[in-house]
């Protein structure tokens, strides 16, 4: 990258580039729909980024994770028409006024983006003495989520894209890839190069919700009592 490049970088948080210092990255990253180009993955990049997600923290070093890359348009395009239906599922629960506004709202890049990364959870992985998991189940379940975070950063700071589809039915993606039973899908990762990040989340863009302010979600001590 040459130094006007990188100059330019850091003056467009929006702008993919290694330069990204962490936080204009944090600021940077966006849940990607509509931004995939579909141009062919570097595969050195695509190592670092699961090497990113590798390098998560877990309980007890259980490291219950793994990565099944979908690059294949006969599986994405499967994944695409479940997706679909469960979208029509959530459409028909809604009332009519935000089912309108859930018709404009895209939520998902399957088929425009590059590639498929599945983030599964094995609860079975260094049980049955897991250390640190004995009173709270979910912290496996939340070391996955982890890694999934250092891949989506990793993903921004190297001016790809990541969108998390989460309307699907657990058991369909497990058949669908042959997962081995007692292995959760966790996250279909929409994953690529991108024409742009937008500045705005697409909800927030969309009118669907707005973010809250950080005051209103800070607690001192006890529950009832705020920060000032």
């Keep these: 990258m040459s130094r ?3 100059a ?5 948080p929006s702008s993919p580039g290694e330069s990204l210092g962490f936080y204009e990255v944090l600021r ?3 849940d990607v729909r ?14 670092r980024i699961l090497d990113a997600a590798h390098a998560a923290p877990s309980v007890g070093l259980s490291q219950p994770w793994d990565f099944v890359v979908v690059d294949s348009d006969e599986v994405k395009g499967s994944f695409w028409k479940h997706v679909q239906d469960e979208r029509e599922v959530f459409s028909s629960s809604l009332p009519a006024e935000s089912r309108d506004l859930f018709s404009q709202i895209r939520i998902e890049g399957i088929r425009e983006a590059s590639l498929g990364i599945v983030v599964t959870y094995d609860h079975s992985r260094g049980a049955p003495a897991v250390l640190g998991r004995h009173a ?3 912290t496996g379940l939340y070391s996955v989520c982890l890694a999934i975070e250092n891949l989506w950063l990793a993903a921004t700071a190297e ?4 969108g998390w589809v989460s309307f699907y039915r657990e058991e369909s993606l497990a058949d669908l890839l042959g997962i081995p039973e007692g292995i ?3 996250a279909w990762l929409c994953v690529g190069p991108v024409t742009h990040l937008e500045t705005t989340p697409d909800l927030e863009r969309h009118g669907w919700r707005s973010r809250r302010p950080l005051a ?5 001590n006890r529950w009832a009592d705020r920060v000032d």
């Design 8 to 12: 330019n970088s850091q003056d467009n």
């Design 28 to 30: 940077a990253r966006r």
């Design 159 to 162: 001016g790809w894209g990541v």
């Design 136 to 138: 709270i189940a979910e």
């Design 184 to 186: 959760r899908p966790v």
């Design 216 to 220: 209103d979600a800070v607690h001192l």
């Design 4 to 6: 006007s490049d990188r």
């Design 34 to 47: 509509g931004q995939f180009n579909g141009d062919p993955v570097d595969p050195e990049i695509l190592a």
